[in-house]
């Protein structure tokens, strides 16, 4: 029997440099609509570019980025609303 995995409304990562890994996995299992925003800690500027462009495809918005160091930093993202959507 395939296991049911309950929804949230946020996803937070700080995986020590998975986090690419890990938002791809979710979007292959077309988990990523299931949140309204992802914070996370990234630790690869290589990875930098890649995890906006995952994403901003899946329909987030960029709402804050926080450089640390030069291969660190966070990221806020926030689901676009449709406003065709909204009354």
Do not use: N, W
Request: net charge negative.
């Amino acid at each position: 029997a395939a296991s049911v995995l309950p929804t949230a409304d946020i996803l937070k990562i700080d995986t020590e440099g998975a986090e690419l890994h890990i938002l791809a996995c979710l979007a292959a299992a077309g988990r990523l609509p299931e949140f309204r925003a992802i914070m996370l800690e990234y630790h690869f500027e290589l990875h930098l570019g890649l995890i906006k462009e995952l994403l901003l495809a899946h329909g987030f918005q960029l709402y804050a980025e926080k450089p640390r160091c030069r291969d660190r930093g966070e990221l806020k993202f926030l689901r676009a609303i449709d406003s065709a959507a909204t009354p």
